[in-house]
């Protein structure tokens, strides 16, 4: 059974940073493209980020993120990771990881992130 644990969360001050881990068991990590989500309460979730499998490994970003978030991949580990740098309030959610498109049965518990002064 495919699980997705994230953690590294936490609190962190306006223009601060913070590096999410998702740890991934099973076959699923190296052959599909991995991308982090976040969720606030009262809305839907929503898609921040892509690493695509591969030896490019390529990447994508909301226009929200862009030159802020960092995506990347640790396929020997089973890793995905999200460096996020220059945090804004608004950046305040849960964050989960999954594959692109997202699969019902891989959402995790996430990882609150909450950036305030």
């Known amino acids: 059974q495919v699980q997705l644990v994230e953690s590294g969360g936490g609190l962190v001050q306006p223009g601060g940073s913070l590096r999410l881990s998702c740890a991934a068991s099973g076959s699923i990590f190296s052959a599909y493209a991995m991308a982090w989500y976040r969720q606030t309460p009262g809305k839907q979730r929503e898609w921040v980020a892509t690493?695509?499998?591969?030896?490019?490994?390529?990447?994508s970003y909301a226009s929200s993120v862009k030159d802020r978030f960092t995506i990347s991949r640790d396929n020997t580990k089973n890793t995905v990771y999200l460096q996020m740098n220059s945090l804004k309030p608004e950046d305040t959610a849960v964050y989960y990881c999954?594959?692109?498109?997202?699969?019902?049965?891989?959402w995790g518990q996430g990882t609150q992130v909450t950036v305030s002064s």
């Open positions: 999954n594959t692109l498109p997202p699969d019902g049965r891989y």
């Open positions: 690493i695509f499998s591969g030896s490019s490994s390529s990447t």
